[in-house]
């Protein structure tokens, strides 16, 4: 029962193009969310997180935007650097002490 | 100065072995995980402690038993290995509750053959 899904395995991308990762939900009583970034032989680190009384959020290049009513999610990266090329994970989780459910995570690719 | 660390970072065994995996974390937090990414990718939390009282138990088989004996310290041990228990292990901290910000360590590649 995959509760937060990424549907796209990869992505490939121009360097200075937007990246666009999408990741959908099925649970309505997730109210956080979050995406990692893991390079290989690297944990995963924290990229950015939203709200659910939010519909966007921005840092430096990085914006996630979330539509509640799609249950849907995307990270935009823009301008894309080859730097970016790792495996992004969605997250979400539900209020209280409920733990982190993760996405299987999407491959981007950024060419020179 | 290594935030979330684990050792070994690549583990080769036989079935039937008994094998433990070590975390640390110097950052203070109160909360620590151990998740497990398997074959097809997903993460999953397989237990969570926090200040060394376990707080999460995620239907892991019992042959694996998390120790925490103090709260920058969580420790994986896996009895009887199987095959099905080769995956990536990651730790992690957190500050607070078991759904904020989340620190992981590098992974540990558990093969068993």
């Known amino acids: 029962d995959q509760q937060v899904k990424q549907n796209s395995p990869s992505l490939s991308v121009q360097e200075g193009r937007i990246s666009i990762l999408n990741c959908d939900y099925t649970n309505s009583m997730f109210d956080y969310f979050l995406w990692y970034k893991k390079y290989p032989a690297e944990g995963p680190t924290f990229l950015i997180s939203i709200s659910s009384i939010k519909d966007k959020n921005e840092d430096g290049r990085f914006t996630v935007f979330l539509n509640k009513s799609a249950k849907h999610l995307s990270l935009h990266i823009v301008p894309s650097q080859p730097g970016d090329s790792a495996v992004y994970f969605c997250?979400?989780?539900?209020?209280?002490?409920?733990?982190?459910?993760f996405g299987k995570g999407t491959r981007l690719s950024v060419i020179a | 100065d290594t935030a979330v660390s684990q050792t070994p970072k690549y583990l080769v065994t036989q079935m039937g072995n008994d094998k433990s995996i070590k975390c640390e974390q110097n950052?203070?937090?109160?909360?620590m995980y151990w998740y497990k990414q398997d074959s097809k990718k997903f993460l999953k939390i397989m237990f969570s402690?926090?200040?060394?009282?376990?707080?999460i138990n995620e239907t892991v088989p019992n042959r694996f038993s998390p120790k925490s004996p103090d709260k920058a310290h969580l420790n994986l041990h896996i009895n009887s290995l199987e095959l099905g228990d080769s995956a990536v292990y990651f730790c992690?901290?957190?500050?607070?509750?078991?759904?904020?910000?989340?620190?992981f360590g590098s992974g540990t590649q558990l093969s068993v053959l």
């Open positions: 992690a901290s957190s500050q607070g509750g078991t759904n904020e910000k989340l620190f």
């Open positions: 950052l203070g937090h109160d909360t």
């Open positions: 402690y926090n200040n060394k009282e376990l707080i």
């Open positions: 997250a979400a989780s539900t209020p209280g002490n409920t733990p982190l459910v």
